[in-house]
């Protein structure tokens, strides 16, 4: 799937890290999954799961902040480093254990 990052580079722009959801963070999907199988919701729940974990990617560049979900329908977020006003990292306790959080960035116009 960095394939897909790596086309939506411009020629000159580097790539310094490239993050995929961990799969720690869809643990509850895919137990959830796996407890309700028998009833039909728990293959949806296991889908969920396994397409964040493999079809997200968040890449961050000398230029900018790319954000890529390749599900079905594919979607590019891309974020210039001169609109970044604030970037944060939320972690729970079970987060802390396990390795995973939540990145928050703030636009100047206000957005996160």
């Known amino acids: 799937m960095a394939r897909f990052i790596f086309q939506c580079l411009k020629s000159d722009e580097a790539v310094l890290n490239i993050h995929r959801p961990n799969w720690q963070s869809q643990l ?6 796996v407890a309700t199988i028998n009833y039909g919701v728990g293959a949806i729940l296991l889908f969920v799961g396994l397409a964040n974990y493999g079809f997200i990617e968040i890449a961050f560049t000398d230029r900018r902040i ?3 979900k ?15 006003v604030y970037l944060s990292f939320k972690q729970s306790y079970l987060g802390r254990k396990f390795n995973y959080g939540t990145i928050i960035i703030t636009r100047m116009n206000g957005s996160k």
Request: proline share 12%; glycine share 4%; no cysteine.
């Open 70 to 84: 390749a599900s079905p329908f594919s979607k590019v977020v891309d974020i210039p480093i001169e609109d970044v």
């Open 28 to 33: 509850p999907f895919l137990l959830l999954g």
């Open 66 to 68: 790319l954000a890529t």
